[in-house]
């Protein structure tokens, strides 16, 4: 196998496997899944968006974006209005109840994968960011298929967009 196909692999498959673990995590501890967590975390960053937003940023079609909208405001952490400005848009915003349980789900993340990361070295984990912030670069950039449109900022000392 050649070193690139293990790269591939290797950063797949953990990224995989973290997935489902913080999925499994956040369902026991604040009964939401990553999905919903995804949606609550970027409606935070960016409030007041459509439905199609969340979809295109989170690489998820619309019906799964509904069906955890719907969800989440049957569980009082979301609200969907009308868009003041056009009347024919729908925009979802946190409730109180959202914000909070957002802020503890990122906690709980935190808490979850702190003893993968405290096993790596201040070094290890700059050039790790450093490697992931390039790779999310060439991946997201305008006019790939998911590309996200946040910037994101580094503690790695450069925007990636």
Same mark, same amino acid.
């Given at each position: 196998?050649?070193?690139?196909?293990?790269?591939?692999?290797?950063?797949?498959?953990?990224?995989?496997?973290?997935?489902?673990?913080?999925?499994?995590?956040?369902?026991?501890?604040?009964?939401?899944?990553?999905?919903?967590?995804? /949606? @609550?975390?970027?409606?935070?960053?960016?409030?007041?968006?459509?439905?199609?937003?969340?979809?295109?940023?989170?690489?998820?079609?619309?019906?799964?974006?509904?069906?955890?909208?719907? @969800?989440?405001?049957?569980?009082?952490?979301? @609200?969907?209005?009308?868009?003041?400005?056009?009347?024919?848009?729908?925009?979802?915003?946190?409730?109180?109840?959202?914000?909070? /349980?957002?802020?503890?789900?990122?906690?709980? @993340?935190?808490?979850?994968?702190?003893?993968?990361?405290?096993?790596?070295?201040?070094?290890?984990?700059?050039?790790?960011?450093? /490697?992931?912030?390039?790779?999310?670069?060439?991946?997201?950039?305008?006019?790939?298929?998911?590309?996200?449109?946040?910037?994101?900022?580094?503690?790695?000392?450069?925007?990636?967009?």
């Amino acid at each position: 196998m050649e070193a690139i196909d293990t790269l591939s692999y290797l950063l797949q498959h953990t990224s995989a496997i973290m997935q489902r673990q913080a999925d499994q995590v956040l369902q026991e501890r604040l009964g939401v899944g990553m999905s919903q967590y995804k /949606i @609550l975390s970027t409606l935070q960053d960016r409030p007041n968006v459509q439905q199609r937003f969340l979809a295109d940023s989170l690489g998820q079609t619309e019906a799964s974006i509904s069906r955890q909208v719907k @969800l989440l405001v049957e569980k009082g952490m979301l @609200l969907v209005q009308t868009n003041p400005k056009s009347r024919r848009e729908h925009v979802t915003v946190l409730t109180a109840k959202g914000i909070k /349980i957002t802020e503890a789900a990122r906690e709980v @993340l935190n808490s979850y994968h702190s003893p993968a990361f405290g096993r790596l070295s201040d070094k290890e984990k700059h050039q790790l960011g450093t /490697i992931l912030n390039a790779m999310h670069q060439h991946y997201c950039q305008e006019g790939k298929p998911y590309a996200c449109d946040l910037p994101w900022f580094s503690q790695f000392g450069q925007e990636v967009v």
